[in-house]
């Protein structure tokens, strides 16, 4: 453990507890594809212009046409969606640069230099740490406030939080050892990139979900983005 990673992955806890609440109220009215929207294009786009004008990462042609398929691809996949409200707008512009800076500040721990910092399985235990001890109190306290209607079946639901977190964890790190190695021009496009058309086939194979025309072009779209940045 040293002091820098525990600052970091503070902060880095800090900013996704926040977007997170804010997504509660965003999905609460049940607009998921603007939420969807706004949070991937902003773990994508920000940390491509910080590695670019911070990092000196290098801008090339395709790259910047890739980032473009992407977003198109992350726009078309949502379209026909309801008018949103003032609000819903306000909140996911919110998401769009929390979710950025969650991305820009583990690029930065993973290249710091100067102070001593812990490895990725480390900094991935770390921010995990923290979250529990910062949020345990939080359901504690909805715990006593809502006796007759806080009581989620354990049963069902502790395994799902168990496979998450485990599925969550280990991504991360993968995240994290890619962006120690890997200029963040590459590496967040290509999550992004990857967790559309991921999302989408899990979604047809598991799930039977009958994909929308513009939801195929928009994969498609996105696979040549993907490529662009390989």
């Known amino acids: ?13 800090a900013l996704v507890t926040i977007y997170t609440i804010l997504s509660f109220k965003v999905l609460k009215n049940g607009n998921l594809a603007l939420y969807t929207l706004f949070l991937m294009t902003g773990g994508m786009i ?8 911070f990092l000196d990462e290098e801008l090339t042609v395709l790259r910047s046409i890739g980032l473009l398929f992407i977003t198109a691809a992350v ?3 949502n379209t026909g969606i309801k008018k949103p409200s003032k609000i819903q ?9 929390l979710n950025g800076f969650v991305s820009i500040v583990s690029k930065i721990h993973q290249v710091e230099q ?12 770390l921010t995990s740490l923290i979250k529990a001890v910062a949020l345990f109190p939080v359901y504690l306290i909805l715990k006593k406030k809502s006796l007759d209607t806080y009581r989620p079946d354990l049963k069902k639901v502790l395994p799902i939080i168990v496979l998450a977190s485990i599925f969550s964890g280990i991504s991360y790190m993968l995240q994290l ?8 021009t590459v590496v967040y496009p290509l999550i992004t990139g990857g967790s559309i058309i991921l999302s989408s086939v899990a979604g047809f194979l598991i799930l039977k979900e009958r994909p929308t025309k513009q ?5 498609l779209i996105c ?8």
């Open 1 to 13: 453990i040293t002091l820098y990673s525990v600052l970091m992955a503070t902060i880095q806890t």
């Open 46 to 53: 920000l940390p491509y212009i910080f590695g670019v004008m």
């Open 75 to 77: 726009i078309l996949s």
């Open 89 to 97: 707008v306000v909140l996911c512009s919110l998401i769009f640069f």
């Open 114 to 125: 100067v102070f001593n910092t812990v490895d990725s399985d480390s900094f991935v235990f």
């Open 177 to 184: 050892i890619g962006a120690s190695t890997i200029s963040a």
């Open 215 to 219: 939801q195929i072009i928009g994969v």
């Open 223 to 230: 696979f040549i983005g993907t490529c662009l940045f390989l």
